[in-house]
């Protein structure tokens, strides 16, 4: 069993830049892949990144690659999201999430994560 806990987000404008971390509890976290997903108002959920177990394999959608990174640390059992030059279509509730599956490396189908946090607001203004 894994819990999540997401916080970073807020209100900043266009530009800008926010970093988003997910907390999880329990002792076995590296043995997890880890995924950030957002979900606009009116609009699906979607897949936005994903780190492998050991950090080494990263994954992201073409709407954020080159603005986004993530990272993981596994002592610490965080997982950061680092967002940069935000645009106002970035405006999304973001959740972390955690995949138990070991038949890949990484996973952008949110099917594949067996646990959610409860999201976090990022809001980018024009």
């Known amino acids: 069993q894994v819990q999540l806990v997401e916080s970073g987000g807020g209100l900043v404008q266009a530009g800008g830049s926010l970093r988003l971390s997910c907390a999880a509890s329990?002792?076995?976290?590296?043995?997890?892949?880890v995924g950030w997903f957002r979900q606009a108002p009116g609009k699906e959920r979607e897949f936005v990144a994903t780190?492998?177990?050991?950090?080494?394999?990263?994954y992201y959608a073409d709407s954020v690659k080159g603005r986004f990174t993530i990272s993981r640390d596994n002592a610490k059992n965080l997982v950061d999201l680092q967002m940069n030059s935000l645009k106002p279509e970035d405006t999304a509730v973001y959740y972390c999430?955690?995949?138990?599956?070991?038949?890949?490396?990484?996973?952008?189908?949110?099917?594949?994560?067996?646990?959610w946090g409860q999201g976090t607001q990022v809001t980018v203004s024009s």
């Open positions: 780190i492998s177990r050991s950090g080494q394999i990263t």
């Open positions: 329990g002792r076995t976290f590296s043995a997890y892949v």
């Open positions: 999430a955690a995949s138990g599956f070991r038949d890949a490396s990484y996973y952008t189908d949110a099917r594949r994560y067996d646990y």
